[in-house]
């Protein structure tokens, strides 16, 4: 559908009676629904030409922006937590271990989520740390860092 916009002076002998600024169709009739008409919107406004499919791709591209923020926020230090679980699970007595502290040792007991590990082989010294203090099992990763 084409549309013809007329604009005129207020002083001009050609102008139409009634000045405005909607479209027009060939025979200077307005195309939009006068205020009262049937096809008039709510308070006398013209309807809504809108396409309907811009909420549904709106919609879409909010779905879209969820997902990434789930990847990114929730499921990597998900994944990060069942791989020190996993880790924490295998720890077996003479396991080389490193402490998030960064305290070198070898395991020499695990006991609920209690670990015995053992950082000095001369004095024989040992502490007692939690198993969610382990950072990293260093004889599965084939040695020291």
Do not use: C
Not at 42 to 59: K, N
Not at 69 to 83: A, F, H, N, S, V
């Amino acid at each position: 559908m084409e549309n013809l916009w007329i604009l005129a002076q207020a002083g001009s002998q050609e102008a139409p009676s009634r000045i405005g600024s909607e479209p027009v169709d060939a025979s200077g009739q307005s195309t939009t629904a006068a205020p009262g008409s049937p096809n008039a919107g709510p308070d006398g406004a013209p309807p809504r030409t809108g396409s309907p499919y811009s909420s549904y791709s709106s919609l879409l591209l909010m779905v879209a922006v969820f997902v990434v923020m789930y990847m990114i926020l929730l499921r990597g230090p998900r994944k990060q937590q069942q791989q020190q679980k996993k880790m924490v699970q295998s720890l077996k007595k003479n396991d080389r271990v490193r402490t998030i502290g960064g305290i070198y040792g070898t395991v020499m007991d695990v006991k609920g989520d209690e670990v015995v590990v053992k950082i000095d082989e001369a004095t024989n010294t040992k502490i007692h740390i939690s198993v969610s203090a382990i950072g990293k099992n260093l004889s599965q990763e084939g040695g020291k860092e």
